[in-house]
């Protein structure tokens, strides 16, 4: 099984500022790689597909990037919307998912 | 709209089955897989397993094998998630993906997700 690992788990950040996600696969899964966003009580939406593909209707503040084994999600600004639970996934080898990276509001 | 509607909320005994269903809406059921993940209180989302609507291929992850079903019933274009011998540890929120398929080449990743059903084990 391919275990994906985030870090850092909290992200402390004030609206404005620049976050910086990161996701490391266990061993290569290419481009196959997706981002998530979920807020509590609600389920899981689509960020970014394919390492760096922004979803339907994404705004552009989010970015995805890397292949192979490293992967990262930026974004550039962040909304007070944005404070939520991260989680990248993969498929290559079956599915796994992160344990997700936090962004709170310092 | 595209979406994916959930049954409601459930609680069950240990040692219970539970069926969830997920209904599309929106969107031709057969072109597309359903995933399923879930989420137990505070934790992060697991993965199931998935059915491709097209080919009734399935593929369940090795923690679940043999306690999972999933089926598809294409009359009401309906996906079920089937899952026996409930726990403890199986309370959480459960979740149905649509990933994209060409016949048998499937997308990865999942979007849009149902709203979630919530399934309680408790005695």
């Known amino acids: 099984e391919i275990v994906l690992t985030q870090s850092p788990a909290t992200l402390s950040l004030s609206p404005g500022e620049r976050a910086t996600l990161s996701c490391r696969a266990s061993?290569?899964?290419?481009?196959?790689l997706a981002w998530y966003q979920q807020k509590p009580g609600q389920a899981p939406r689509l960020l970014i597909y394919?390492?760096?593909n922004r979803a339907t209707g994404i705004p552009a503040r989010f970015s995805g990037s890397g292949s192979g084994t490293g992967f990262t999600l930026t974004i550039s600004s962040l909304e007070p919307e944005d404070f939520a639970v991260y989680y990248c996934?993969?498929?290559?080898?079956?599915?796994?998912f992160g344990q997700g990276t936090k962004v709170e509001i310092k | 709209q595209v979406q994916l509607v959930q049954s409601g909320t459930e609680v069950k005994k240990p040692g219970a089955s539970v069926k969830v269903s997920c209904k599309p809406s929106?969107?031709?059921?057969?072109?597309?897989?359903i995933t399923w993940v879930r989420q137990a209180p505070g934790q992060g989302l697991e993965w199931m397993g998935w059915?491709?609507?097209?080919?009734?291929?399935?593929d369940y992850a090795q923690k679940f094998q043999g306690r999972v079903t999933m089926t598809t019933d294409t009359s009401t274009s309906t996906a079920y998630m089937d899952l026996t011998s409930l726990t403890s540890d199986d309370t959480a929120v459960y979740y149905c993906?649509?990933?994209?398929?060409?016949?048998?080449?499937?997308?990865?990743?999942?979007?849009?997700w149902g709203q979630g059903t919530l399934v309680t084990v408790s005695s």
């Open positions: 996934q993969q498929r290559t080898n079956s599915w796994t």
């Open positions: 993906g649509r990933v994209d398929c060409s016949g048998t080449h499937c997308a990865n990743w999942a979007d849009p």
């Open positions: 394919d390492a760096s």
């Open positions: 929106g969107f031709t059921f057969t072109s597309y897989a």
């Open positions: 061993q290569s899964v290419s481009s196959s």
């Open positions: 059915i491709n609507t097209y080919s009734g291929d399935t």
